[in-house]
């Protein structure tokens, strides 16, 4: 099984910056994308940034040129680094990752798991 742990939101003034972290542990797994999903009230979640192991990088239109996502693949962990935060982009922030996960007796299959969300509330 794969774990994903979140930190970095918060509360940030409009033009500020939060870093987001997400870290993926467990054992006898490999990951392929790792991504950004964030949801606001009464709206669906929606995908902000994604990740590939090759390092091919996927982007929202709303957040392109203020999000930048990163990866330390020797870490399992994805970072997001968001500059410029509107109003806007007040949500409840999830981390997500897919891979492949192959234990002695177990598997292989394929994963899709998600973090268990983090709050970023962008004041004006």
């Known amino acids: 099984q794969v774990q994903l742990v979140e930190s970095g939101g918060g509360l940030v003034q409009a033009g500020g910056s939060l870093r987001l972290s997400c870290a993926a542990s467990?054992?006898?797994?490999?990951?392929?994308?790792m991504g950004w999903y964030r949801q606001a009230p009464g709206k669906q979640r929606e995908l902000v940034a994604a990740i590939t192991s090759g390092g091919s990088t996927n982007y929202a239109d709303s957040v392109k040129g203020r999000f930048t996502i990163s990866r330390d693949n020797a870490k399992n962990t994805v970072y997001l680094q968001m500059n410029s935060l509107k109003p806007e982009d007040t949500a409840v922030y999830y981390c997500?990752?897919?891979?492949?996960?192959?234990?002695?007796?177990?598997?292989?299959?394929?994963?899709?798991?998600w973090g268990q969300g983090t709050q970023v509330t962008v004041s004006s």
């Open positions: 467990g054992s006898h797994f490999s990951i392929n994308a």
């Open positions: 997500n990752a897919n891979g492949l996960y192959s234990a002695p007796g177990d598997g292989p299959y394929e994963y899709d798991y």
